[in-house]
């Protein structure tokens, strides 16, 4: 079962513009994850928030969670052709479960 | 440099027949899972191991089966019996099961075609 939704299924910005992406989920969380996967590839961790945090930073991502509206975004500021990549929000309930992963948002940055 | 190593990348499979799915780690990590991903889809979860010797079935783990003998490997069969198993799988590890909520890493998955 699908826990988290992100939104929009696919966004297409220009090099240096800002891309934000969301993500609803459904039950209660310990803790919401991001990763990137480019074509064909594994999956990559970006940066996870606790359900007791409501933003944090790690470069140029910014990650904001609600959990009264039970979602999330992803910003991605001056963005680069390099960023292109599927993005995935992922939940994790906490003591022994396991994530649960969205469909994902298909980002491409054009140069 | 510390990671996981699935293999093959790339892996053909006729029908009938078992194929298994290699999955490695050097990370010491105590999780280790199996996800499924279709193509333009999000991952879904087949099997998941918190410790060795054990194992429990994800979303959809008809048609496959998984073993835990050691730490640092946790290997995949696709059996027969998955109908559909055409797919890009994807194998991750995480040091705590899940406790402490830690990321996971992933290997770089091995794409499964049946011809």
């Known amino acids: 079962s699908q826990q988290g939704e992100e939104d929009p299924q696919a966004l297409s910005i220009q090099e240096g513009e800002n891309a934000t992406m969301n993500c609803s989920y459904k039950t209660s969380i310990n803790n919401l994850q991001w990763y990137r996967q480019n074509s064909g590839r594994g999956l990559v961790h970006l940066i996870l928030i606790r359900s007791n945090e409501r933003e944090k930073h790690s470069g140029r991502l910014r990650v904001t969670l609600d959990t009264s509206k039970k979602s999330s975004s992803l910003l991605i500021t001056a963005s680069r052709a390099a960023d292109t990549a599927s993005y995935f929000c992922a939940t994790d309930k906490g003591s022994g479960s396991r994530l649960t992963f969205g469909e994902g948002t298909q980002l491409t940055v054009n140069p | 440099d510390g990671g996981i190593t699935q293999s093959p990348k790339y892996l053909f499979r006729k029908e009938g027949q078992n194929v298994t799915l290699s999955c490695e780690q050097n990370?010491?990590?105590?999780?280790m899972y199996w996800y499924r991903q279709d193509p333009g889809q999000g991952l879904r979860l087949i099997y998941y191991?918190?410790?060795?010797?054990?194992?429990q079935k994800g979303d959809i783990a008809e048609g496959y089966s998984v073993s835990r003998e050691k730490k640092e490997s946790f290997p995949l069969t696709v059996t027969s019996a998955q109908k559909n198993p055409t797919a890009f799988y994807l194998c991750a590890s995480t040091p705590d099961g899940g406790h402490l909520g830690y990321g996971y890493t992933f290997g770089s998955g091995t794409r499964l075609t049946v011809v």
């Open positions: 990370l010491n990590h105590d999780a």
């Open positions: 191991s918190q410790i060795v010797n054990d194992f």
